[in-house]
């Protein structure tokens, strides 16, 4: 397949690393077995190697196995982590949940749901960089509040939050956290322990694993499930998320995080000066383009750039070889505005004008040069 144009996308989705895809195949015609079945060797050979990447995922965010619940994805996982605290709080009088207004759709609309069936939902607002304020935090955290779901860095402006004050303040008053970790794990060093959390969702395809897997980390005793399953069946996975196991994708993730655990530091480093070689190509070719997000708080991949007078839309059409974002990818359908940037206090038009450059593991200098020079020649063209 000719592929000429770069891609910058990788926040969207990363395509898999081929020792992830090497990794996989021997799941899908040799060790076919499924790991439910301990009674035959396929079926035992099956399960072995789910708990060797098992241990590959905790590893990578500093858990221990028995904390890790295979789901299809971090909706799946936000979804369950979500929806599954509220069902089994063990005091039904806490029904708040506190959010932040910068979320992924996937942690949003379960709590809207969730304040349909009568919670109580605090979104809390975040600063011009998108940082969720602490002071918000204080005074919406009480001992009424059962569920804090805060993300670990921003999928469309890279801004890391403070994950571990919030839980902090959170225990303080009996409440469990919940971090979206999708955007994080794999691009900067995550520590659940460390965090402090007690849930934490993750996502293969951000980072250089299959689509379509994913992990929930539930911290503690493995037996003392603090979780309404979303799905009902057999007992896999503790009957936390029930279905046959996706051995091969189960594979692939623990494959993705383990290169990951080897190459993150060296890995994040690169990625960063990648990034800002990029923002500083086009600053200096357009100094008038604004780059949106913590300076300093950020991922070391992400840059949120808007563009003065041109729509982001324009732009990229303009442009066919580079592929950016604008927004997030799921929502890029919806004509409204990216709500992360709205949230961030930018206005609606410069919203529309702001595009998302994500680098990753296989961007490379030349392909930077190649982007910065098109995207500039393509906004002087629509002057
Ligand atoms: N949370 C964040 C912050 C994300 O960026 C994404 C992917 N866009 C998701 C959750 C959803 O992940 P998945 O595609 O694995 O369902």
């Not at 779901?149 to 801004?159: D, I, L, P, R, W």
């Not at 190509?281 to 913590?294: A, Y």
């Amino acid at each position: 397949m000719k592929q000429a144009a770069v891609y910058l996308d990788y926040n969207a989705t990363t395509p898999c690393d081929s020792r992830v895809l090497e990794a996989m195949l021997p799941f899908f015609r040799e060790i076919y077995g499924n790991p439910a079945n301990g009674l035959h060797l396929q079926g035992r050979l099956a399960a072995e190697h789910v708990e060797v990447a098992r241990e590959k995922v905790a590893a990578l965010i500093g858990a221990r196995p028995a904390e890790i619940v295979f789901t299809a994805g971090a909706t799946e996982s936000n979804n369950l982590a979500i929806l599954g605290i509220a069902g089994r709080r063990p005091n039904p009088a806490r029904n708040r949940i506190v959010t932040s207004a910068v979320e992924h759709k996937s942690v949003l609309a379960p709590c809207e749901k969730l304040q349909e069936e009568g919670f109580e939902v605090i979104i809390l607002p975040v600063d011009n960089n998108g940082r969720v304020r602490l002071d918000s935090a204080e005074k919406a955290i009480d001992d009424r509040t059962f569920l804090v779901s805060v993300q670990g860095a921003n999928n469309e402006v890279g801004t890391i939050q403070p994950v571990a004050e919030i839980a902090e303040i959170a225990h303080q008053f009996g409440a469990l956290v919940h971090c979206d970790a999708a955007q994080t794990v794999g691009k900067i060093a995550v520590n659940v322990t460390e965090w402090g959390v007690d849930f934490a969702s993750l996502s293969g395809h951000k980072l250089y694993g299959p689509k379509g897997i994913g992990a929930l980390y539930v911290r503690g005793d493995p037996d003392l499930v603090r979780l309404e399953p979303v799905f009902v069946g057999g007992g896999q996975e503790r009957g936390l998320r029930p279905g046959t196991l996706n051995v091969p994708a189960i594979a692939g993730l623990g494959e993705a995080c383990d290169i990951s655990s080897a190459q993150l530091i060296e890995e994040s480093a690169r990625l960063a000066s990648l990034r800002d070689l990029f923002e500083s190509r086009l600053l200096h070719e357009l100094p008038d383009v604004r780059i949106n997000g913590s300076l300093n708080q950020r991922l070391p991949n992400t840059s949120s750039i808007t563009f003065p007078e041109v729509d982001a839309d324009a732009l990229l059409l303009n442009c066919p070889e580079v592929m950016l974002g604008t927004g997030a990818a799921c929502t890029s359908r919806a004509i409204s505005p990216s709500h992360v940037l709205e949230a961030m206090g930018l206005g609606r038009e410069d919203a529309f004008r702001t595009v998302r450059a994500s680098v990753g593991r296989f961007t490379t200098i030349e392909q930077i040069e190649i982007a910065a020079s098109a995207v500039t020649n393509a906004y002087r063209s629509l002057l």
